[in-house]
Protein backbone atom coordinates (compact mmCIF):
# COMPACT_ATOMS: atom_id res chain seq x y z
CA UNK A 1 0.00 0.00 0.00
CA UNK A 2 1.38 3.30 -1.05
CA UNK A 3 1.66 6.12 1.30
CA UNK A 4 -2.14 7.58 1.61
CA UNK A 5 -2.66 11.47 1.43
CA UNK A 6 -5.54 12.13 3.74
CA UNK A 7 -7.36 15.17 3.72
CA UNK A 8 -9.44 14.85 7.31
CA UNK A 9 -12.45 17.45 8.32
CA UNK A 10 -13.60 17.71 12.03
CA UNK A 11 -10.47 17.04 13.70
CA UNK A 12 -11.21 19.79 16.45
CA UNK A 13 -14.03 17.90 17.82
CA UNK A 14 -14.46 14.82 19.45
CA UNK A 15 -15.35 12.02 16.59
CA UNK A 16 -12.73 13.67 14.29
CA UNK A 17 -9.98 14.36 17.03
CA UNK A 18 -10.12 10.11 17.71
CA UNK A 19 -9.92 9.62 14.08
CA UNK A 20 -7.09 12.32 13.56
CA UNK A 21 -4.84 10.53 16.89
CA UNK A 22 -4.92 6.67 15.23
CA UNK A 23 -3.84 8.11 11.51
CA UNK A 24 -1.15 9.73 13.15
CA UNK A 25 0.35 6.39 14.07
CA UNK A 26 0.06 4.89 10.38
CA UNK A 27 2.39 6.20 7.35
CA UNK A 28 0.38 9.23 6.03
CA UNK A 29 0.18 12.70 5.42
CA UNK A 30 -2.77 14.51 7.09
CA UNK A 31 -3.90 17.56 5.67
CA UNK A 32 -6.69 19.03 8.17
CA UNK A 33 -9.45 21.14 7.01
CA UNK A 34 -12.38 23.05 8.84
CA UNK A 35 -15.35 23.60 7.19
CA UNK A 36 -16.87 26.11 9.16
CA UNK A 37 -14.51 28.47 7.49
CA UNK A 38 -13.69 27.34 3.96
CA UNK A 39 -15.53 27.29 0.64
CA UNK A 40 -12.57 26.65 -1.37
CA UNK A 41 -12.28 22.74 -0.84
CA UNK A 42 -10.87 22.66 -4.52
CA UNK A 43 -7.77 23.54 -3.65
CA UNK A 44 -7.56 22.02 0.09
CA UNK A 45 -8.27 18.77 -1.29
CA UNK A 46 -6.11 18.71 -4.34
CA UNK A 47 -3.70 16.10 -4.06
CA UNK A 48 -5.40 14.36 -1.37
CA UNK A 49 -5.96 10.00 -2.27
CA UNK A 50 -8.28 9.62 0.90
CA UNK A 51 -10.92 12.57 2.81
CA UNK A 52 -12.67 11.04 5.57
CA UNK A 53 -15.38 14.38 5.96
CA UNK A 54 -15.93 13.87 9.84
CA UNK A 55 -16.91 17.71 10.94
CA UNK A 56 -20.68 17.90 11.63
CA UNK A 57 -22.30 20.87 13.80
CA UNK A 58 -24.25 19.70 16.78
CA UNK A 59 -24.64 21.90 19.10
CA UNK A 60 -27.99 21.96 20.72
CA UNK A 61 -30.58 25.14 20.07
CA UNK A 62 -29.18 26.48 16.91
CA UNK A 63 -31.55 27.15 14.41
CA UNK A 64 -32.49 24.36 11.98
CA UNK A 65 -31.30 26.69 9.02
CA UNK A 66 -27.53 26.28 10.99
CA UNK A 67 -27.74 22.67 10.91
CA UNK A 68 -28.59 22.60 7.21
CA UNK A 69 -26.08 24.89 6.24
CA UNK A 70 -22.94 22.92 8.28
CA UNK A 71 -23.93 19.72 8.00
CA UNK A 72 -25.80 19.45 4.11
CA UNK A 73 -24.46 22.52 2.19
CA UNK A 74 -20.58 21.67 3.51
CA UNK A 75 -20.98 17.81 3.03
CA UNK A 76 -22.05 18.76 -0.99
CA UNK A 77 -19.93 20.94 -1.47
CA UNK A 78 -17.20 19.08 -0.19
CA UNK A 79 -18.72 16.23 -2.63
CA UNK A 80 -18.55 18.75 -5.52
CA UNK A 81 -14.87 19.41 -4.83
CA UNK A 82 -14.27 15.65 -4.83
CA UNK A 83 -15.83 15.09 -8.02
CA UNK A 84 -12.88 16.64 -9.49
CA UNK A 85 -9.53 14.58 -7.94
CA UNK A 86 -9.02 11.48 -8.74
CA UNK A 87 -9.51 9.96 -5.15
CA UNK A 88 -9.19 6.44 -3.93
CA UNK A 89 -11.94 6.96 -1.16
CA UNK A 90 -14.02 9.15 0.59
CA UNK A 91 -15.53 8.13 3.95
CA UNK A 92 -18.65 10.11 5.04
CA UNK A 93 -18.89 9.69 9.29
CA UNK A 94 -22.44 9.55 10.34
CA UNK A 95 -23.94 8.44 13.21
CA UNK A 96 -26.32 5.72 14.55
CA UNK A 97 -27.93 8.15 16.84
CA UNK A 98 -30.04 9.07 13.75
CA UNK A 99 -31.92 5.46 14.61
CA UNK A 100 -33.71 7.78 17.12
CA UNK A 101 -35.01 5.78 19.99
CA UNK A 102 -37.48 3.40 18.62
CA UNK A 103 -34.79 0.51 18.85
CA UNK A 104 -35.38 -3.44 19.53
CA UNK A 105 -33.89 -4.78 22.49
CA UNK A 106 -31.50 -6.66 19.92
CA UNK A 107 -28.68 -5.71 17.55
CA UNK A 108 -29.89 -3.70 14.88
CA UNK A 109 -28.24 -3.97 11.04
CA UNK A 110 -27.34 -1.27 8.59
CA UNK A 111 -30.33 -1.30 6.98
CA UNK A 112 -32.24 0.11 9.54
CA UNK A 113 -34.26 2.26 9.04
CA UNK A 114 -33.31 5.93 10.82
CA UNK A 115 -35.96 8.26 12.67
CA UNK A 116 -33.93 11.32 13.52
CA UNK A 117 -35.01 13.43 16.77
CA UNK A 118 -34.67 16.90 16.09
CA UNK A 119 -32.94 19.19 13.67
CA UNK A 120 -29.11 18.30 14.56
CA UNK A 121 -30.41 14.53 14.09
CA UNK A 122 -32.75 15.05 10.50
CA UNK A 123 -29.64 17.76 8.86
CA UNK A 124 -27.30 14.52 9.49
CA UNK A 125 -29.71 12.04 7.86
CA UNK A 126 -30.38 14.44 5.20
CA UNK A 127 -26.46 15.12 4.90
CA UNK A 128 -25.78 11.39 4.11
CA UNK A 129 -28.58 11.22 2.07
CA UNK A 130 -27.28 13.74 -0.07
CA UNK A 131 -23.83 11.95 0.09
CA UNK A 132 -25.34 8.58 -1.16
CA UNK A 133 -26.22 10.18 -4.65
CA UNK A 134 -22.48 10.95 -5.36
CA UNK A 135 -21.71 7.31 -5.41
CA UNK A 136 -21.62 7.25 -9.28
CA UNK A 137 -19.15 9.96 -9.05
CA UNK A 138 -16.70 9.46 -6.10
CA UNK A 139 -15.56 6.15 -4.44
CA UNK A 140 -17.91 6.67 -0.82
CA UNK A 141 -18.15 4.99 2.13
CA UNK A 142 -20.30 5.53 4.93
CA UNK A 143 -19.04 4.73 8.70
CA UNK A 144 -22.11 4.86 10.97
CA UNK A 145 -20.16 4.64 14.48
CA UNK A 146 -22.02 3.60 17.40
CA UNK A 147 -22.21 6.62 20.40
CA UNK A 148 -18.74 7.54 21.00
CA UNK A 149 -17.00 7.48 24.51
CA UNK A 150 -14.15 10.07 23.93
CA UNK A 151 -12.66 12.87 24.83
CA UNK A 152 -15.29 16.03 24.51
CA UNK A 153 -18.37 17.33 24.74
CA UNK A 154 -20.94 14.76 23.05
CA UNK A 155 -24.38 13.70 24.75
CA UNK A 156 -22.91 10.38 25.81
CA UNK A 157 -20.20 12.17 28.04
CA UNK A 158 -22.48 14.71 29.50
CA UNK A 159 -24.57 12.03 30.56
CA UNK A 160 -21.35 9.96 31.89
CA UNK A 161 -20.59 13.42 33.56
CA UNK A 162 -23.62 13.84 35.29
CA UNK A 163 -23.62 10.26 36.23
CA UNK A 164 -20.13 10.86 38.03
CA UNK A 165 -21.13 14.30 39.41
CA UNK A 166 -24.37 13.41 40.85
CA UNK A 167 -24.38 9.90 42.18
CA UNK A 168 -27.73 9.74 43.23
CA UNK A 169 -29.60 10.23 40.38
CA UNK A 170 -32.18 8.29 39.44
CA UNK A 171 -31.80 5.43 36.02
CA UNK A 172 -35.04 5.15 34.34
CA UNK A 173 -35.93 1.24 33.35
CA UNK A 174 -33.55 0.31 36.41
CA UNK A 175 -30.87 1.28 34.57
CA UNK A 176 -31.50 -1.98 32.23
CA UNK A 177 -31.60 -0.21 29.05
CA UNK A 178 -28.76 -1.68 26.36
CA UNK A 179 -26.73 0.13 24.43
CA UNK A 180 -23.14 -0.33 22.02
CA UNK A 181 -20.67 2.05 22.96
CA UNK A 182 -17.60 2.25 21.02
CA UNK A 183 -14.08 3.98 22.03
CA UNK A 184 -12.24 6.86 20.22
CA UNK A 185 -9.38 4.69 19.69
CA UNK A 186 -12.03 2.23 18.47
CA UNK A 187 -13.39 4.71 16.30
CA UNK A 188 -10.17 5.61 14.77
CA UNK A 189 -9.11 1.94 14.09
CA UNK A 190 -12.27 1.55 11.79
CA UNK A 191 -11.42 4.41 9.93
CA UNK A 192 -7.92 3.20 9.47
CA UNK A 193 -9.14 0.00 8.14
CA UNK A 194 -11.54 1.38 5.85
CA UNK A 195 -8.83 3.77 4.27
CA UNK A 196 -6.48 0.57 3.85
CA UNK A 197 -8.35 -1.16 2.04
CA UNK A 198 -10.47 0.94 -0.28
CA UNK A 199 -11.17 -1.94 -2.49
CA UNK A 200 -13.49 -3.63 0.72
CA UNK A 201 -15.14 -0.33 1.67
CA UNK A 202 -15.85 1.56 -0.89
CA UNK A 203 -19.61 1.97 -1.98
CA UNK A 204 -20.29 0.46 1.59
CA UNK A 205 -22.12 0.96 4.84
CA UNK A 206 -20.28 -0.12 7.93
CA UNK A 207 -21.09 -0.05 11.79
CA UNK A 208 -18.66 0.19 14.38
CA UNK A 209 -18.68 -0.70 17.91
CA UNK A 210 -16.58 -1.82 21.14
CA UNK A 211 -18.44 -3.60 23.56
CA UNK A 212 -22.40 -3.83 24.54
CA UNK A 213 -23.13 -2.54 28.22
CA UNK A 214 -26.11 -1.31 30.26
CA UNK A 215 -26.64 2.32 30.77
CA UNK A 216 -26.36 1.15 34.92
CA UNK A 217 -23.03 -0.63 34.18
CA UNK A 218 -22.17 2.54 32.18
CA UNK A 219 -22.66 4.77 35.56
CA UNK A 220 -21.25 2.71 38.15
CA UNK A 221 -17.93 2.21 35.72
CA UNK A 222 -17.40 5.67 35.55
CA UNK A 223 -18.02 6.45 39.30
CA UNK A 224 -15.74 3.60 40.09
CA UNK A 225 -12.96 4.98 38.19
CA UNK A 226 -13.51 8.20 39.90
CA UNK A 227 -13.65 6.97 42.95
CA UNK A 228 -17.10 8.26 43.48
CA UNK A 229 -19.35 6.05 45.51
CA UNK A 230 -22.23 5.34 43.28
CA UNK A 231 -25.33 4.97 44.90
CA UNK A 232 -28.12 5.22 42.13
CA UNK A 233 -32.47 5.28 42.24
CA UNK A 234 -34.32 3.21 40.52
CA UNK A 235 -37.09 4.29 38.47
CA UNK A 236 -39.18 2.20 36.82
CA UNK A 237 -39.23 4.09 32.40
CA UNK A 238 -42.87 3.74 32.67
CA UNK A 239 -43.10 5.96 35.84
CA UNK A 240 -40.33 8.63 34.49
CA UNK A 241 -42.26 8.87 31.73
CA UNK A 242 -45.40 9.63 33.61
CA UNK A 243 -43.37 12.46 35.79
CA UNK A 244 -41.54 14.13 32.81
CA UNK A 245 -45.32 13.90 31.01
CA UNK A 246 -46.69 15.95 34.19
CA UNK A 247 -43.26 18.25 34.38
CA UNK A 248 -42.26 16.57 37.71
CA UNK A 249 -39.07 14.44 36.72
CA UNK A 250 -36.87 16.76 38.24
CA UNK A 251 -37.54 15.37 41.45
CA UNK A 252 -36.01 12.30 41.13
CA UNK A 253 -34.46 12.18 37.64
CA UNK A 254 -32.47 15.55 36.97
CA UNK A 255 -31.25 15.93 33.39
CA UNK A 256 -28.10 16.62 32.32
CA UNK A 257 -27.30 20.15 31.11
CA UNK A 258 -27.55 20.38 26.94
CA UNK A 259 -28.68 16.54 26.82
CA UNK A 260 -32.18 16.32 24.81
CA UNK A 261 -35.08 13.89 26.26
CA UNK A 262 -32.72 12.30 29.10
CA UNK A 263 -35.40 10.19 30.11
CA UNK A 264 -36.09 8.21 26.42
CA UNK A 265 -32.40 8.07 25.76
CA UNK A 266 -31.35 6.28 29.06
CA UNK A 267 -34.48 4.03 28.83
CA UNK A 268 -34.27 2.90 25.70
CA UNK A 269 -32.06 0.06 24.34
CA UNK A 270 -29.45 1.02 21.44
CA UNK A 271 -27.92 -1.84 20.43
CA UNK A 272 -25.42 -2.26 17.12
CA UNK A 273 -25.00 -4.73 14.90
CA UNK A 274 -21.34 -4.39 13.47
CA UNK A 275 -20.97 -7.74 11.97
CA UNK A 276 -19.97 -6.77 8.43
CA UNK A 277 -17.33 -4.30 9.49
CA UNK A 278 -15.50 -6.99 11.87
CA UNK A 279 -16.03 -10.09 8.66
CA UNK A 280 -15.38 -7.67 5.57
CA UNK A 281 -12.24 -5.14 7.33
CA UNK A 282 -11.46 -7.49 10.18
CA UNK A 283 -12.21 -4.93 12.51
CA UNK A 284 -11.62 -5.85 15.68
CA UNK A 285 -12.22 -3.42 18.64
CA UNK A 286 -9.50 -3.39 21.62
CA UNK A 287 -11.24 -1.73 24.47
CA UNK A 288 -14.00 -2.39 26.67
CA UNK A 289 -16.48 -0.22 28.51
CA UNK A 290 -13.98 0.71 31.77
CA UNK A 291 -10.86 1.03 29.65
CA UNK A 292 -12.74 3.15 26.84
CA UNK A 293 -14.46 5.36 30.00
CA UNK A 294 -10.44 5.40 31.77
CA UNK A 295 -9.12 6.81 28.62
CA UNK A 296 -11.95 9.32 27.88
CA UNK A 297 -12.20 10.54 31.50
CA UNK A 298 -8.35 11.26 31.64
CA UNK A 299 -7.38 12.71 28.63
CA UNK A 300 -6.93 16.40 28.78
CA UNK A 301 -4.57 16.99 25.74
CA UNK A 302 -5.35 19.95 23.36
CA UNK A 303 -6.38 18.60 19.71
CA UNK A 304 -4.28 19.49 16.94
CA UNK A 305 -4.14 22.50 15.21
CA UNK A 306 -6.61 23.00 12.15
CA UNK A 307 -5.77 24.83 9.35
CA UNK A 308 -2.18 23.65 9.50
CA UNK A 309 -0.21 22.56 6.46
CA UNK A 310 0.37 18.86 6.40
CA UNK A 311 0.83 16.99 9.52
CA UNK A 312 3.55 14.24 8.63
CA UNK A 313 2.61 10.88 10.57
CA UNK A 314 5.07 9.31 12.55
Not at 20 to 38: D, G, I, M, W
Not at 95 to 115: A, F, H, N
Not at 255 to 281: C, F, K, M, N, Q
Request: overall charge negative.
Amino acid sequence: MSTPRIVLTGADQPVGLAIFNELQRHQAELRLVELESSDDFDSQIRGATHVVHAAALVELGLPAADYTAANVHKTTALLDACRQEELEQVIVVSTTETYGRRLPPWPVTESWVPRPLGPVLQSRVAAERVARTYRRRVPLSILRPAPVIAEGDGTLMRVIRHFISRPRAALVARGEAPLSILAGADLGRAAWAMVSQPEESVDQVFHVASAHTTWRELAVEACQLRGVEERFWNAPYPLARALDALRLSGWVLPEPEGVDAYISLTGRPHLIDDSRARVTLGYTPVLGVRAALAQALDVYGRGPEVNSANAEAD
